[in-house]
C-alpha cells in the first residue's frame, strides 16, 4: 500500500503559477509510475501529466504541454506538478495517481489516490 497526499493548491490569476505536491508515505517511492490528472465538474477526470519511476520519461496532455513540468525527488518520496501560465480552464481538482505496473494515460489502471487538490484560475 502507498498512501498519497496532495498539496500547493489554491486560487490564482490567469498567467500565474502554482506548485502542487504529492507525497507519498508506505511502499518504496521510486517504484512506482506518478501521475496527474485534473476533474472539472460535471466532467471525468483526465490526464495532465505522468513521469516514470527513474523521473528519465514524462508525458503530457496537449493542452499542458509547454506550461506544466513533472518532477519528482526520489529521496523525498514526493511529486511535483509546476503550473505556469495558469488559465480559467485549467480549473479542476487535481490528482495524483500512482501504479507500479502501468505507464499512461488511463486514469482507470492507476491503483493509489490523493483526496485531490482545488486549483481555480480566475480570469
Known amino acids: 500500500q502507498v498512501q498519497l497526499v496532495e498539496s500547493g493548491g489554491g486560487l490564482v490569476q490567469a498567467g500565474g503559477s502554482l506548485r502542487l505536491s504529492c507525497a507519498t508515505s508506505?511502499?518504496?517511492?521510486?517504484?512506482?509510475?506518478m501521475g496527474w490528472f485534473r476533474q472539472a465538474p460535471g466532467l471525468e477526470r483526465e490526464f495532465v501529466a505522468i513521469i516514470s519511476w527513474t523521473g528519465a520519461t514524462t508525458r503530457y496532455a496537449d493542452s499542458v504541454k509547454g506550461r506544466f513540468t513533472v518532477s519528482r525527488d526520489n529521496t523525498r518520496n514526493t511529486a511535483y506538478l509546476q503550473m505556469n501560465s495558469l488559465k480559467p480552464e485549467d480549473t479542476a481538482v487535481y490528482y495524483c495517481?500512482?501504479?507500479?505496473?502501468?505507464?499512461?494515460?488511463?486514469?482507470?489502471?492507476?491503483?493509489?489516490w490523493g483526496q485531490g487538490t482545488q486549483v481555480t484560475v480566475s480570469s
Open positions: 495517481g500512482a501504479d507500479t505496473s502501468y505507464f499512461g494515460t488511463d486514469w482507470k489502471e492507476y491503483d493509489y
Open positions: 508506505g511502499r518504496t517511492f521510486s517504484a512506482y509510475t
